[in-house]
């Protein structure tokens, strides 16, 4: 059997003692807190694995297991998403209502800009002053933003080639930060499985004379056990006598 250790923690006592090595706080640590238990083994001793045949039958219980797996809700401990908050009658508020209205829209994406195209009143609208003075606000709306999209353009054109430079040398920077940062994480898991390596495979003669110790004890035990029902057997035999 594999050497898996399995360690119950004691939430009161804390008899399990991780070491000095405090986890980051992940949702993995954080579902593995909550349920209390601390899963490790012994990869350097337990080399059953690598049978392809003990393989094939290890991934087909765990296929059966997956199969009458339910799997709980991971993130129900944790607090819920903030909704967005928008006040009410804004600009923004409305817009989001017009899209809630318009599927059409919604689907395409983005502001609706074809409201504020100039258009000349038509109809009985030309003869009203008010319907005029609206279209002069679209005309004046389209034409502001009409400035405002010339002068972006105008300054992507000047300054966009050295902006994207600056931008990329920027993200080549922060590529090499995180290059040596792996590099330097790589070389602590490096050093972990040594000093794993060496642990386990230090103490693989205790472990293997403890697991001869036990097979031996049971062996025992069942050696005893026979030995008792056959006593047993001979008691109740010799009470049948006497009666």
């Known amino acids: 059997a594999a050497m898996a250790l399995i360690l119950t923690a004691n939430r009161g006592g804390g008899d ?8 980051t706080m992940c ?14 083994s012994l990869p350097y001793l337990d080399r059953e694995y690598d049978d392809p045949k003990m393989k094939n039958r290890v991934d087909s219980l765990v296929e059966d297991e997956m199969e009458l797996f339910e799997p709980r809700d991971y993130l129900g401990s944790l607090p819920p998403v903030p909704e967005l908050s928008v006040k009410k ?6 817009e989001f209502e017009r899209l809630d209205k318009d599927p059409e829209s919604k689907m395409k994406g983005g502001f609706d800009l074809a409201r504020y195209e100039p258009k000349a009143p038509e109809g ?45 040398i920027g993200l080549e920077d922060v590529n090499g ?25 230090g103490s693989a003669a205790k472990l293997q004379k403890l697991e001869d110790r036990y ?3 049971v062996h025992k035990n069942r050696r005893i056990e026979g030995q008792c029902l056959a006593l047993e057997k001979e ?7 006497a009666q």
Request: net charge positive; no cysteine; charged share 25%.
């Open 89 to 94: 009658g804004s600009a923004l508020w409305k």
């Open 177 to 201: 930060v995180h290059k040596r940062r792996l590099v330097v994480e790589k070389a602590k898991v490096t050093e972990i499985n040594r000093k794993r390596q060496h642990l386990q495979l």
């Open 215 to 217: 097979v031996m004890s």
């Open 16 to 23: 399990v003692q991780m070491g000095d090595y405090e986890p």
């Open 235 to 241: 008691v109740a035999a010799l009470e049948k006598q």
């Open 124 to 168: 009985a609208a030309a003869q009203k002053p008010e319907a005029w003075d609206e279209a002069l606000k679209q005309a004046e709306t389209s034409l502001e933003y009409n400035n405002m999209r010339t002068g972006n353009a105008e300054l992507l054109g000047l300054y966009g080639v050295n902006a994207w430079r600056a931008h990329n």
């Open 27 to 40: 949702l993995a640590r954080l579902i593995q807190n909550e349920n209390a238990i601390a899963v490790d």
